[in-house]
């Protein structure tokens, strides 16, 4: 043991630049620990219970807790579930940044986000075991921002469950590689179901559910698990605080994950065709962009789509659908979202000289990406 500056062990602690670690670093964190040792093994006068003290008694230790049966049994579960589960939870690399993946099926189809694959078309997977895998695109489908890759390895494929049973306090675990930390294990609850959530102005999703379990970058794409080792949701995205309430930043305990029920719906399409061929979305067929007085502008429209054959043109302002005003484009997907493809519904248009129309539409499917 080193000595104090009075020569013995029990002298005056060291002050912080004395030590060998920088102020504030790890070097520093060991002094603080080394001084709390010095300090507790030392007397501090006549009575003292301290190995130097005169009455020579050992040192009191605190009670060791006894958790309750239930605690126990909880506390096994999740280790039970991480074990069973985390096999089936991959890292995914891209050349712009990572993200996580849930091995889908037997013949190493992994889904993910959209989002998290990007552009990119070849993948670099990393199992929990520490294993890489080249990874190639299988498909990619924006609208509900899903994706598949496909990896040429016989990975444990996880349990999806039937998403429609879950319920509001479920408990749940989020599993990934948040931040790359691979293997990442957080814990929550259901917060809600059935969540419609605009991830995009081009982007809603009609059918997410809401957990309290952290949500950060990298874990898209992961898997939203219950105590039974099921997935229920892959997790997606983080609400932010509105900037009126402090500035845009992350809100803690908001996340969302898109139900298993729809993921296994899109992602079974893209692994048989390649992409979605019924995407169960209403589509328009319209390009658009929101005005400065609060209007959907017609910015293009697609050939031979739903708009189009209504007579909806470029110029046209959008101003309800089916009955509900769209005073920007964000407003304008969360309504198509709640629509059905070949519903037909009143689209209320402005021309750009000013007179009103409405125009019977009737709505298609939102196009599979290969």
Known sequence: MQKGPTGGPCGPARGRGEGRGRPGGPGAWVLIALAAVLVASCSTGPGASGSGGVSGSAPRSNPVVSPGADAVTLEQT???????????????????????????????????????????????????????????????????????????????????????????????????????????????????????????????????????????????????????????????????????????????????????NRVKDIAGQIVQHGHVVNSHRAYLGVVVASTLNGNVAVVQVVGGGPAARAGIQPGDLIVSVNGKQVPDTATLASVLAQLSPGQTVPVQIVKPNGSKQTVTVTLGQIPGTG
């Open 78 to 260: 999740f280790v039970q579930v991480v074990k069973a589960v985390g096999p089936s939870v991959v890292q995914i690399t891209t050349p712009s940044g990572l993200g996580s993946g849930v091995v889908f099926d037997a013949k190493g189809d992994i889904v993910t986000n959209a989002h998290v694959v990007g552009n990119a078309t070849t993948f670099r997977v990393t199992t929990s075991a520490g294993k890489q895998y080249e990874g190639t695109l299988v498909g990619s489908f924006p609208p509900d921002d899903l994706a598949v890759i496909h990896v040429d390895a016989g990975l444990p494929p996880a349990s999806f469950a039937d998403s429609s049973q879950v319920q509001i306090g479920d408990i749940v675990l989020a599993m990934g590689s948040p931040l790359g930390l691979q293997g990442t294990v957080t814990e929550g609850i259901v917060s809600a179901v059935g969540r419609q959530v605009q991830e995009s102005p081009q982007v809603t999703l009609p059918d997410t559910i809401q957990t309290s379990a952290a949500i950060n970058p990298g874990n898209s794409g992961g898997a939203l698990v219950n105590l039974r080792g099921q997935v229920i949701g892959i997790p997606t995205l983080a609400a932010s605080s509105p900037a009126q309430e402090g500035g845009a930043g992350q809100a803690p305990g908001i996340g969302f994950a898109i139900s298993s």
